[in-house]
């Protein structure tokens, strides 16, 4: 043991324990703040990241909520034209078949229109090609004595007739 006394090894290894004892006495104050602002650092960050997690699920509810209720708007959306569409159509129908028999009424009204205008044409030829047959017949009949005397008749008879 004297040998290990007199060791310079010895010394430094008996120096050295001494020094990181004494060493590690205030580094260990030091070291453990320094741990222990990590460690609250840390968990800041962990709960600030849990936080921020529980924001980005509240949120992505609500979108996917959303979604779920443009997605619904949009297909009443779609149901609600395909309504107006179809009343529109039904009422478009209803508007030609209308206007299809106001056209049929009025085209029979233009047929009965044009068949009495040719009817009083015809009557109106028949009464003077009748007329005319008349004063031919008259002509006939009136030429001569015979007449001569029914002219006179006639003239003589007009002023009893006149009042």
């Known amino acids: 043991m004297d040998a290990l006394m007199h060791s310079t090894t010895f010394w430094v290894a008996v120096a050295f324990s001494v020094f990181v004892i004494a060493a590690f006495k205030p580094g260990k104050r030091v070291l453990t ?3 222990d602002s990590r460690i609250a650092k840390i968990r800041e960050e962990v709960e600030e990241a849990q936080r921020l997690r529980e924001e980005a699920q509240t949120m992505l ?3 996917q909520r959303r979604q779920r209720e443009a997605i619904q708007e949009a297909t009443q959306i779609v ?3 395909r309504e107006e569409a179809e009343r529109a159509k039904v ?3 209803a508007e030609l078949e209308e206007s299809i028999a106001r056209r049929e009424q009025q085209a029979a009204l233009k047929i009965a229109q044009a068949e009495a205008a040719a009817l ?3 009557r109106e030829k028949a ?3 009748a007329i005319q047959a008349t004063a031919k017949l008259l ?3 009136m030429a001569g004595k015979a007449g ?3 002219v006179t008749n006639a003239i003589n008879d007009l002023p009893g007739k006149l009042h």
Do not use: G, P
Request: aromatic share 4%; glycine share 0%; no cysteine.
């Open 33 to 35: 703040q320094a741990l």
């Open 61 to 63: 509810a609500s979108y």
């Open 79 to 81: 149901a609600h034209a």
């Open 91 to 93: 009422k478009a129908e």
């Open 120 to 122: 009083e044409e015809i």
């Open 127 to 129: 009464v003077d090609m």
């Open 139 to 141: 002509e006939k009949s």
């Open 148 to 150: 001569e005397q029914a």
